[in-house]
């Protein structure tokens, strides 16, 4: 099946610093999308992205749908403490009949 | 993810027992999907239902996994004759419309087999 590749696993950064992580695929997506799982949580859509190219901003969120199609980043700028969680890329193939493929996640610390 | 309601949201259960996951969607959704997710790991997707009817089950085990979403009442993820591998964290997404970029996620049920 389809799989995604999420970099990095884990990050340990200062409040204040900038955050990036990605996602790269074999295969192409329609649609990719970012969520964020805290403890005990379901996963909160942050970001959807739904055309090659596309860059898309949710306050101090920026992520961006790749033009291959196959890939996408997602930037936090001036990480502050409520940032701390698990980010998680998605992909759409499209179609409708089928579910999300996640990434593995990428563990987000944030030092005092 | 207001609105979607998984219960119980801790179940325990003995190796060969049966468990029942309930989700209740956003009301007025007609799309659920259910997903696991192990530890340390992403979340992958088991079954989408609409109402009275399994859309794609391709992600579900084909033995002692069962999912329902009836015309009334909430859908339910049955798991029988539990084994400890079956310990997990299942959720829940509801969406309205076919497509589920825009589908709201449960807080989950934490299964756990003993």
């Known amino acids: 099946g389809q799989q995604l590749n999420q970099s990095p696993q884990s990050m340990f950064i200062q409040e204040g610093e900038d955050v990036s992580m990605n996602c790269t695929s074999s295969?192409?997506?329609?649609?990719w999308l970012w969520y964020k799982q805290d403890p005990g949580e379901g996963p909160v859509l942050l970001i959807a992205?739904?055309?090659?190219?596309e860059l898309t901003s949710n306050g101090r969120l920026t992520a961006q749908f790749g033009i291959t199609r196959k890939d996408s980043f997602l930037n936090i700028s001036a990480s502050i403490p409520s940032d701390v969680g698990i980010y998680f890329c998605?992909?759409?193939?499209?179609?409708?009949?089928?579910?999300?493929?996640f990434g593995k996640g990428t563990h987000l610390i944030i030092q005092p | 993810n207001a609105g979607v309601m998984q219960n119980p949201r801790h179940l325990v259960r003995r190796r060969g027992q049966e468990a029942r996951l309930r989700c209740s969607p956003v009301?007025?959704?007609?799309?659920v999907y259910w997903y696991r997710q192990l530890p340390e790991e992403g979340l992958k997707f088991m079954v989408y239902?609409?109402?009275?009817?399994?859309?794609?089950e391709s992600g579900m085990p084909k033995e002692r996994f069962s999912a329902e979403f009836p015309k009334e009442g909430p859908s339910i993820l049955r798991i029988q004759q539990v084994v400890r591998g079956d310990s997990a964290a299942y959720f829940c997404?509801?969406?309205?419309?076919?497509?589920?970029?825009?589908?709201?996620f449960g807080q989950g049920t934490r299964l756990t087999v003993v």
């Open positions: 997404a509801s969406s309205t419309i076919t497509g589920n970029t825009e589908a709201f």
């Open positions: 295969s192409i997506f329609n649609t």
């Open positions: 992205l739904y055309k090659a190219g």
């Open positions: 998605a992909g759409d193939s499209g179609g409708g009949a089928d579910g999300l493929t």
């Open positions: 009301k007025g959704h007609s799309h």
């Open positions: 239902l609409q109402k009275e009817n399994i859309i794609d």
